[in-house]
């Protein structure tokens, strides 16, 4: 404590290539981002009852003033990135805030594009989401409850992404996935929502080991520092062994897996629909699940010499990412819970940043985050804004026929969906087209020529766009074609939920602008790849990063691949199901002598995507149970006749031993001398001694006082020898 | 620098809280004289963090001022104890730990 007070008290300390001098207000302050919201968290919580709406206000509150904070950083941002000639500091304000054996731990902020991006974005997200959600829990028996962990979620998210070093980044995780817990569990009552918590909170847990790990390893192999700076720094001027970041890498990677919902952990993040929709549009547009994505992008140079991205046409990080958004993809298509089909969706999106990652397409993942956050929050309050009216969230047996009585959800979701398509000029056709384009693979009229020739991944993703496509074509139809197979009559939702979803269109539609290829023929030339030029670091802590060209056939070819997903899926939809559904005067989901009943291979298929790859079976039925059923037997085997024996007949021998012991040492030896001695002789002393105890505290203190003056006494006199 | 006269004072002050402890027979004087004690600390402690320019002085101070106000608060609760159960704040009297 007094420790703590004294490093306090001196100046402000900051390291590494971070310009000490004012940054401007909007740098210098910007922990007061994280701090509004945290604020409100306790507010509502201890007072939100008795406020008027429950706290909602004043939430809404914390988090507009955030945002205008994260805007004001955003433009100081942009001013400071164009001042700079060669290269751009990060800004870092950090201090002390204990030291134990010679490691300083600090806490601080560090802003550099990358984190001034994700205050946007988060912030952004995160308004809307406060916003709707006033309309869409209204009425809950635990609104101030729900307001309250929405406000923590934000401030959490923003902390973690404020983070200047390892330790502080550990600290954010571990709270965001905490929040996710309370959030998913909101409606706990329900054993299956309760349950959903548990699992996003357990399988979090499995990954956070690999992350303490990581960073452990990291902390130690980049010579004592948890700092972001020094540490990056480092492992680009190759200071740190190749062995050690390879290890830490994976060890991150485990940490990213569970928490980025990359294959095979990702079982938690479709179960985590069990939550209220504004969380889960807040969990997977701007919180929780790219909290991984932005460690990796954060920590980016362990990445990059860990994994040896450069040069190369695989690695493990592309991979995982590869096969996520495929196999994600895939698993979209067998179910009925519209929010279920988002958040495969999610987890498919979430393997394009993390494949881009792994080929070095840098700007490319963090562009496809950005656009990403929009359009996916635009595509779950609009799900939710049709639960909302519809009561449920099976598309199959309460939906269809939505378009005519919810004209602004439909237009809304139709150009989220599209976006999501990748179909130009939409936001997501821009960011996924520079993805593909950053693999390298693409060997056409040129090439785009990247940091690698990475074909796989240039082919997993062409596929993933074709899944994409036809899974969100099949959702259109189910929730907006066709007849209403509901019951009731469904109604538009209210302003609080339809202006949101208005301005989240409105950037999934445009948001592309933002990052034009360099070179694009039809767009001013001072106007292109602006996202790249203000948020990717150019620096001492950031690798060299070879950028992808632009290349119009590659573009050409990631629009047909889409088209032809979504015309398959239109076939089958729009107009096959829509002409039987006519003739049979009823709204049917499906054909039914369709690919699926015909048996085979299809069947196989389909029943191993409704399954999930039987991944839940493999997680319950097999490790659980392997470690309940066979071992817990043969634990019980070993210790009824192994261990028990042993104890038996140690117990025999020991009564005998212990029959001989006491009639010769516990009797004569200890009875006889060692406690009777010791009784008698402590009782000689006590009659002594008692004649000091006098009950009197003058006499006390005074033999206090003369012992002290003695000891100060000879203190004094082996000082002065 | 003037720190002997400080360290005087605090000397004298320490001597004469040690007096009113061990001499004094009335219970709120011994607390006081307690006090005397406690305050000569300080003074010591803020001339030497004054003389060392060092704030771990004062902070120190700060401590003890905090804790000798919680002490004097329970003392004097004792004391009213005291009084309340045998009408009298002699401690001369209040031996009930004799051994």
């Known amino acids: 404590m007094f420790a703590a007070a004294l490093v306090a008290a001196d100046e402000t300390v900051a390291y590494g290539p971070s310009s000490t001098d004012s940054a401007g207000f909007f740098l210098d302050y910007a922990w007061l981002v994280p701090l509004l919201p945290a604020l409100s968290f306790l507010v509502i919580l201890l007072f939100g009852k008795r406020m008027r709406g429950g706290g909602a206000g004043l939430g809404i509150a914390a988090v507009s003033g955030s945002f205008v904070l994260s805007i004001g950083a955003l433009i100081t941002w942009f001013d400071h990135r164009d001042e700079a000639h060669e290269g751009v500091a990060a800004v870092h304000r950090s201090v002390g805030w204990?030291?134990?054996?010679?490691?300083?731990?600090?806490?601080?902020?560090?802003?550099?594009?990358l984190s001034v991006m994700m205050l946007l974005v988060v912030?952004?997200?995160?308004?809307?989401?406060?916003?709707?959600?006033?309309?869409?829990?209204?009425?809950?028996?635990?609104?101030?409850?729900?307001?309250?962990?929405?406000?923590?979620?934000?401030?959490?998210?923003?902390?973690?992404?404020?983070?200047?070093?390892?330790?502080?980044?550990?600290?954010?995780?571990?709270?965001?996935?905490?929040?996710?817990?309370?959030?998913?569990?909101?409606?706990?009552?329900?054993?299956?929502?309760?349950?959903?918590?548990?699992?996003?909170?357990?399988?979090?847990?499995?990954?956070?080991?690999?992350?303490?790990?990581?960073?452990?390893?990291?902390?130690?192999?980049?010579?004592?520092?948890?700092?972001?700076?020094?540490l990056s720094e480092r492992v680009n001027a190759g200071e740190v062994s190749h062995t050690a970041l390879l290890a830490a890498s994976l060890c991150l990677l485990a940490a990213v897996m569970s928490k980025s919902g990359q294959f095979i952990l990702h079982t938690w993040?479709?179960?985590?629909?069990?939550?209220?929709?504004p969380v889960s549009a807040l969990i997977h547009a701007a919180t929780m699940v790219v909290a991984g994505i932005y460690m990796v992008a954060r920590l980016y140079p362990v990445f990059w010499e860990g994994m040896s991205i450069a040069g190369s046409s695989i690695n493990m990080l592309a991979l995982v990412g590869a096969v996520?958004?495929?196999?994600?993809?895939?698993?979209?298509?067998?179910?009925?819970?519209?929010?279920?089909?988002?958040?495969?969706?999610?987890?498919?999106?979430?393997?394009?940043?993390?494949?881009?990652?792994?080929?070095?397409?840098?700007?490319?993942?963090?562009?496809?985050?950005?656009?990403?956050?929009?359009?996916?929050?635009?595509?779950?309050?609009?799900?939710?804004?049709?639960?909302?009216?519809?009561?449920?969230?099976?598309?199959?047996?309460?939906?269809?026929?939505?378009?005519?009585?919810?004209?602004?959800?439909?237009?809304?979701?139709?150009?989220?969906?599209?976006?999501?398509?990748?179909?130009p000029p939409l936001a997501g056709f821009w960011s996924k087209d520079e993805i593909l384009a950053g693999t390298g693979g693409w060997g056409f009229f040129g090439g785009t020529q990247a940091n690698g020739a990475y074909t796989l991944m240039l082919v997993m993703g062409m596929l993933g766009s074709a899944v994409t496509a036809a899974y969100m074509t099949r959702v259109i139809y189910l929730t907006f074609f066709g007849e209403y197979r509901g019951h009731g009559q469904p109604h538009e939702s209210g302003p609080r939920i339809i202006v949101p979803l208005y301005l989240l269109a409105t950037v999934a539609l445009l948001g592309g602008?933002?990052?034009?290829?360099?070179?694009?023929?039809?767009?001013?030339?001072?106007?292109?790849?602006?996202?790249?030029?203000?948020?990717?670091?150019?620096?001492?802590?950031?690798?060299?990063?070879?950028?992808?060209?632009?290349?119009?056939?590659?573009?050409?070819?990631?629009?047909?691949?889409a088209l032809a997903g979504a015309g398959a899926a239109w076939r089958y939809y729009f107009k096959a199901v829509a002409s039987r559904s006519a003739a049979s005067a009823q709204s049917l989901t499906e054909i039914d002598d369709g690919p699926v009943s015909r048996g085979g291979l299809p069947r196989a298929a389909h029943t191993t995507l409704v399954?999930?790859?039987?991944?839940?079976?493999?997680?319950?039925?097999?490790?659980?149970?392997?470690?309940?059923?066979?071992?817990?037997?043969?634990?019980?085997?070993?210790?009824?006749?192994?261990?028990?024996?042993?104890?038996n007949t140690a117990g025999r021998r020991s009564v005998t031993a212990g029959r001989a012991v006491y009639d010769h040492v516990d009797q004569t030896l200890i009875d006889r001398i060692i406690v009777d001695g010791s009784g008698r002789a402590s009782d000689a002393t006590g009659e002594n001694l008692r004649t000091i105890q006098t009950g009197k505290v003058q006499q006390y203190a005074a033999i206090l006082f003369a012992a002290a003056t003695i000891l100060a006494g000879v203190f004094m006199l082996i000082l002065s020898l | 620098m003037i720190l002997n006269q400080f360290l005087l004072l605090a000397?004298?002050?320490?001597?004469?809280?040690?007096?009113?402890?061990?001499?004094?027979?009335?219970?709120?004087?011994?607390?006081?004289?307690?006090?005397?004690?406690?305050?000569?600390?300080?003074?010591?402690?803020?001339?030497?963090?004054?003389?060392?320019?060092?704030?771990?002085?004062?902070?120190?101070?700060?401590?003890?001022?905090?804790?000798?106000?919680?002490?004097?608060?329970?003392?004097?609760?004792?004391?009213?104890?005291?009084?309340?159960n045998r009408r009298s704040i002699d401690l001369t009297e209040a031996d009930l730990l004799k051994g």
């Open chain 1, 269 to 277: 993040l479709p179960d985590a629909m069990a939550g209220p929709t």
């Open chain 2, 11 to 84: 000397a004298v002050l320490f001597c004469v809280g040690v007096y009113g402890v061990l001499a004094r027979r009335n219970g709120i004087m011994v607390l006081m004289s307690v006090e005397l004690i406690l305050n000569s600390v300080n003074i010591n402690l803020v001339a030497f963090g004054a003389f060392r320019d060092h704030v771990a002085g004062e902070v120190f101070a700060l401590f003890v001022i905090a804790v000798a106000a919680a002490e004097v608060g329970i003392g004097l609760a004792i004391v009213l104890m005291i009084y309340r």
């Open chain 1, 513 to 561: 602008l933002v990052n034009m290829p360099k070179g694009f023929q039809l767009w001013p030339k001072a106007w292109q790849e602006r996202f790249g030029h203000y948020f990717e670091p150019e620096a001492a802590y950031f690798p060299y990063i070879a950028h992808a060209r632009p290349s119009w056939s590659l573009g050409i070819a990631a629009t047909v691949v």
């Open chain 1, 98 to 113: 204990l030291t134990s054996g010679g490691v300083t731990f600090d806490a601080g902020i560090l802003l550099d594009g």
């Open chain 1, 123 to 230: 912030t952004a997200v995160s308004l809307l989401v406060h916003i709707y959600s006033t309309d869409y829990v209204a009425g809950d028996s635990r609104y101030t409850h729900f307001f309250a962990f929405l406000s923590l979620f934000t401030a959490t998210m923003l902390f973690f992404v404020l983070s200047d070093n390892t330790l502080q980044m550990i600290v954010g995780w571990e709270l965001v996935g905490v929040c996710s817990f309370v959030l998913i569990g909101h409606w706990w009552e329900e054993k299956p929502n309760s349950d959903a918590a548990l699992k996003a909170f357990l399988t979090n847990r499995v990954g956070d080991v690999g992350l303490l790990v990581g960073v452990s390893i990291l902390f130690f192999a980049a010579g004592n520092t948890f700092d972001t700076l020094t």
């Open chain 1, 324 to 423: 996520t958004l495929l196999f994600g993809g895939l698993l979209a298509f067998t179910q009925n819970d519209i929010k279920k089909v988002l958040a495969y969706s999610t987890v498919s999106q979430l393997g394009y940043m993390v494949m881009a990652l792994g080929v070095g397409a840098w700007t490319a993942a963090m562009f496809h985050l950005f656009t990403h956050a929009f359009f996916k929050a635009c595509l779950f309050l609009g799900s939710g804004s049709v639960s909302h009216a519809v009561h449920s969230f099976d598309m199959k047996a309460d939906m269809g026929g939505l378009r005519k009585a919810m004209p602004h959800t439909y237009r809304t979701f139709l150009v989220a969906s599209l976006a999501l398509m990748g179909l």
């Open chain 1, 611 to 647: 399954n999930k790859y039987y991944l839940d079976h493999l997680y319950n039925g097999v490790i659980v149970k392997a470690v309940k059923g066979p071992i817990a037997k043969a634990a019980y085997w070993i210790n009824q006749r192994v261990i028990d024996a042993v104890v």
